[in-house]
């Protein structure tokens, strides 16, 4: 567990010193205006295996949303659209310092079955970069931020459940796709060297309660989804969805 723990730090190091590449539109660092709102991450699996086969657990992909992390992000201003805090020392966990994980409150986090089941196969890499860039920034223990992950998950709904799976494997104009999801969703698409467009991930603003957060209209986290045809990619079913 020590070597392993080691390579996650190492790697950790490795992210934190490409953070600097920063979108166009974005305002980022541990110097960043405070949060006011969270930002709760899930990725459409089949994409994301589609661009990352090699992951683990993309042998038999689920076809499900599973959750990225959740995020603290300030609101936009003009064309910074995609400002939040990062890499931070506010931890209750951490020392003057953005910390990474310890061995110990990796075994713990992992540990947990309900969060488990939110989350990739082999999660460690995720935990441990998701911690030291994002969970520093909230103010909360390690345990705490990661346990918000099942806590949270309520936030992630489908306002029209059956118009959704009826695109799944198939090409949607983006407009549709966008009006299955509430008012308080952003989105992330992929778009693969022919130029298809394939629904990545869905954000959903809310607050620390996980109420839905509205008062935010402008924010974009990565690729925009342009408004064409959009692939939902099919995969494996599984229990729970």
């Known amino acids: ?57 993309c042998d038999q992909v689920p076809q499900a949303f599973l959750t990225h992390g959740i995020w603290p992000y300030s609101a936009s201003v003009g064309d910074r659209t995609n400002r939040h805090p990062q890499f931070c020392s506010t931890s209750p966990s951490c020392k003057g310092e953005a910390c990474a994980m310890s061995e110990s409150d990796m ?75 509430p008012a308080n969703t952003a989105f992330r698409c992929y778009r693969d060297h022919k130029g298809e467009q394939y629904l990545h991930e869905v954000f959903y603003l809310v607050d620390e309660g996980g109420h839905p957060y509205e008062q935010e209209k402008n924010l974009q986290i990565g690729v925009q989804c342009a408004e064409q045809d959009t692939w939902i990619p099919r995969g494996a079913l599984r229990s729970g969805g």
């Open 1 to 57: 567990m020590r070597s392993h723990m080691t390579f996650l730090l190492l790697l950790t190091s490795f992210w934190g010193t490409h953070a600097a590449a920063l979108d166009a539109n974005e305002e980022a660092g541990a110097d960043a205006p405070p949060a006011q709102f969270l930002v709760y991450s899930v990725t459409w699996q089949p994409t994301f295996c589609i661009m990352r086969p090699m992951t683990g657990g």
């Open 107 to 181: 075994k713990h986090v992992l540990a947990n079955e309900a969060l488990r089941k939110l989350v990739t196969r082999d999660p460690e890499g995720m935990f441990a970069h998701e911690w030291r860039k994002h969970g520093t920034c909230s103010g909360k223990t390690v345990q705490r931020y990661f346990q918000d992950f099942v806590d949270l998950r309520k936030s992630v709904v489908i306002e029209n459940p059956a118009k959704f799976d009826s695109m799944i494997g198939r090409a949607t104009p983006f407009a549709k796709i966008r009006k299955v999801f």
